[in-house]
């Protein structure tokens, strides 16, 4: 691991032993210090302890539960009642990382007290430690009630997958005038109080530009390398999704690897090598 401190006592993100949780304040230093780091989702305590000891520095429970976890199509139908227990499990298995709860379709559009009575669930059911919503200026009310509530907010631009019927499918987003738009999206949430936006499949060059204009650090998901951090769902890191999106780079093959140990076990099971003496009990 690295050290967790740099030469002006702030915290390293990436890898630093700080003996706390990660701080929005510490995302914005990081951005200050022109430090890139990595966010992952999580669902679950398992893998949180994982990544966690592994140094991540934020760890996402997204509403992609809804087709990870759950088996659906696309991420509408995932309520709330669905990710609390989720975010609850991924706060049990880390003692480092920032963790940033999806608030699920039809959960905060309506107004800006119903976002308020969401992200309050997640925060006090949950021990979230910040929430992420989609869209730009139709949620700036929504994103000052929660800041002035107290509650971090991550914002989301670009494909947002919760409005995917109304952008015609899951399509690149922010070429031409649409850039502009984005870009003016982007400004209004960092005064509005977020405190980071995700980009999700937006031009390069668009994404570099809207990094450069805010104090507040950008997060790429398929948006090029200029943003000062990258998120990808662990599945598809790690090489479960069958057919993932261009923008993912697959870092290992963990469904060839479970295929295998789970094709050992049946095959040990139906001739009778396990359970052998050594799993056995006297």
Same mark, same amino acid.
């Given at each position: ?15 630093? %032993?700080?003996?706390?949780? =990660? ?10 210090? &022109? ?16 990544? #966690? ?9 997204? #509403?992609? %539960? ?12 995932? @309520? !709330? #009642? ?27 559009? &309506? ?24 869209g ?14 107290? =509650? ?5 631009? $670009? ?19 649409? $850039? ?16 980071? !936006? ?12 809207? @990094?450069?204009?805010l104090? =507040?650090?950008?997060?790429?998901? $398929?948006? $090029?390398?200029?943003t000062?951090?990258?998120?990808? !769902?662990?599945? #598809? ?10 923008f ?13 140990? !789970?094709r ?16 056995s009990?006297?």
């Open positions: 691991m690295s050290s967790s401190t740099t030469t002006n006592g702030s915290t390293t993100l990436y890898g630093g %032993a700080t003996g706390r949780r =990660i701080t929005v304040r510490d995302l914005i230093a990081a951005k200050e210090r &022109g430090e890139r780091w990595p966010m992952v989702t999580s669902y679950d305590a398992m893998t949180a302890r994982v990544f #966690d000891q592994a140094g991540i520095p934020v760890l996402l429970v997204g #509403d992609s %539960a809804a087709m990870v976890v759950y088996g659906y199509d696309s991420t509408l139908p995932v @309520t !709330v #009642d669905d990710l609390l227990p989720l975010t609850a499990a991924v706060v049990r298995g880390s003692a480092r990382a920032l963790v940033v709860a999806d608030l699920p379709f039809g959960s905060y559009q &309506g107004s800006a007290q119903q976002a308020l009575e969401t992200a309050a669930r997640f925060m006090k059911e949950a021990g979230a430690h910040a929430v992420k919503l989609e730009g200026r139709r949620v700036l009310p929504q994103v000052e009630l929660l800041v002035s509530a107290g =509650i971090p907010v991550m914002g989301h631009l $670009g494909l947002t997958p919760q409005s995917v019927n109304v952008l015609g499918g899951y399509r690149v987003q922010g070429r031409g005038q649409s $850039g502009d738009e984005l870009m003016s999206d982007a400004k209004d949430l960092e005064r509005a109080g977020a405190f980071s !936006v995700v980009l999700e499949c937006v031009p390069a060059e668009l994404a570099e530009r809207v @990094t450069a204009s104090a =507040i650090p950008t997060i790429g998901i $398929g948006a $090029g390398p200029a000062d951090a990258q998120v990808l !769902v662990w599945q #598809d890191l790690m090489g479960l999704t069958p057919r993932p999106a261009k993912v780079k697959q870092y290992s093959e963990l469904a060839t690897e479970m295929d295998r140990a !789970v050992a076990f049946a095959a040990d099971v139906t001739s009778g090598a396990f359970p052998e003496a050594g799993h009990y006297e």
